[in-house]
Every structure is written in C-alpha cells, then in structure tokens.
Nanobody, 116 residues
C-alpha cells in the first residue's frame, strides 16, 4: 500500500531555510507527479508546487517561485522541497501528495513555522 511520509518541518527565523522530504513506501516510476500543498490556520489548502516523475519538470505557485525548489531522487522514492528566504506567511502545515493512475495519495503533513 502506498504511503507518504514527510519530514523536515520545524521553526525557522524569517530569511532562513528548511528542506522538507517526502518518502514514498513504493516505487514511483508509474506515477504522474509528486508535489506539495500547504494549509495555514483558518485557510484553505493551496498548491505550492509539483514535479513530474517522468521528466523532472517542476511547477511552482507564484508566491514561492524563486524561493522554493522541488527535486526528486527516484532511487530513494523521495521528493524534496527546498525552501529558502522563508517568510512568516509561509507558516503552514505542508502536505506531500502523489498523483497516481488510481487517485491522489496524501502524507500526514509537517508543520513549518517562520517566526522571530
């Protein structure tokens, strides 16, 4: 059964960096894309970005473009979200997801807090 496990969240000061990881329990070569959403308190879950499993092309929300980078390690079934120049408005629970031919699977989420 496919499961996703996120890690790497925490507390960081504005301007700092964090790297989130999303590890899949099975191989991902047959799937379409892996990405990240985030949900701030009292707000809807919104997309952050995603990466194509096949060719590695990545897409980002305008709010994070130029600051966040998504990469993948196919051998490790893991996707990373490198977050630089973090701002207080980046504070949220970050959820990893994977788009499969059978639907979308979600991770449990990891908290990112940007505060001085």
């Amino acid at each position: 059964q496919l499961q996703l496990v996120e890690s790497g969240g925490g507390l960081v000061q504005p301007g700092g960096s964090l790297r989130l990881s999303c590890a899949a329990s099975t191989g991902t070569s047959d799937y379409y894309s892996i990405g990240w959403f985030r949900q701030a308190p009292w707000q809807e879950r919104v997309g952050v970005g995603c990466i194509s499993i096949k060719d590695g092309s990545a897409y980002y929300a305008n709010s994070v473009k130029g600051r966040f980078t998504i990469s993948r390690d196919i051998a490790k079934n893991t996707v990373y979200l490198q977050m630089n120049d973090l701002k207080p408005e980046d504070t949220a629970i970050y959820y990893c997801y994977i788009n499969t031919p059978w639907g979308i699977a979600w991770g449990q989420g990891t908290q990112v807090t940007v505060s001085s």
